[in-house]
């Protein structure tokens, strides 16, 4: 079991990185926009501007350099999030080529070793790479001891500071009746695009670890602006009385290899 202190230290540390972001120059400040657009995009410059302390104006000027840029985008909200009257409020969230700044150095590399790895072992030999590389990951998280909603959210947590750990700037969030684990960065997206083996190992220790059925919602593979997976808080019947479970999800309409990226 990971220390508590640990998590709460390191939440912490990512949380003050918005808080200085008027001090220090045009870098840092451009940096900590860069840092909520992965965290917590999409984000109106409205929301951006009161989280960092920053007047309007100055926003949308390091916005539309990042739009002009290809490293961001906009869109409108969805009408169930307005608030007030008016034309909704753009959304600002990274795209893949933002997200590719922030560390894609070794997918060339990665993605030759596991082309290797498949011709000398096939496919089952990826499979069995993508599953230690997640059981890494999450090494020393002692599985959920009994499904209720706080030891499975708690769970949820400690797995999210794991993948945080590795690069994958991982949060959760309550939604209804669970709990989701949002992964806001992917350091082998690109990787993931051509082997789905990666995302779907993943998937497979959230199973393992939190002993219920969860389900992959999207992926940043499958060009979204975040990886989602739902956890359900409420235990089901099946679970309860030890029969079967229904088959768990896959991750979110993995791609084949020929699919290509998606435009962004």
């Not at 190992?201 to 990886?227: M, W, Y």
Request: glycine share 12%; with cysteine; hydrophobic share 40%.
């Amino acid at each position: 079991m990971r220390r508590n202190d640990e998590g709460a230290g390191r939440k912490a540390d990512a949380g003050s990185v918005a808080a200085p972001a008027t001090v220090g120059g045009e870098g840092h400040t451009r940096a900590a926009i860069v840092q909520l657009l992965l965290e917590e995009g999409p984000i109106t410059a409205t929301a951006i501007g009161n989280r960092l302390g920053l007047a309007p104006a100055g926003v949308r000027r390091h916005l539309d350099a990042l739009i002009d840029s290809g490293q961001a985008r906009a869109g409108r909200s969805a009408p169930w999030q307005q608030k007030g009257r008016g034309r909704p409020a753009k959304q600002y969230q990274l795209t893949a080529a933002g997200r590719g700044k922030l560390g894609h150095a070794y997918d060339d590399l990665a993605g030759a070793a596991i082309r290797q790895l498949g011709e000398i072992g096939g496919e089952q030999a990826i499979t069995e790479f993508a599953r230690k590389r997640a059981r890494t990951i999450v090494a020393g998280i002692e599985p959920v001891g009994e499904h209720t909603t706080e030891q499975t959210t708690a769970k949820a947590e400690e797995i999210a500071e794991a993948f945080t750990d590795a690069g994958f700037a991982a949060t959760t969030r309550k939604v209804g009746t669970g709990v989701q684990i949002c992964q806001h960065h992917c350091p082998v997206a690109h990787v993931a695009e051509e082997f789905p083996q990666l995302c779907a190992a993943e998937l497979e220790a959230f199973r393992e670890l939190l002993g219920t059925h969860v389900q992959r919602l999207a992926t940043i593979a499958n060009g979204d602006c975040a990886c989602t997976t739902h956890v359900p808080l409420l235990v089901l019947p099946a679970e309860r009385t030890g029969t079967s479970a229904p088959t768990a999800a896959q991750p979110a309409a993995v791609r084949t290899n020929d699919s290509g990226r998606s435009a962004e």
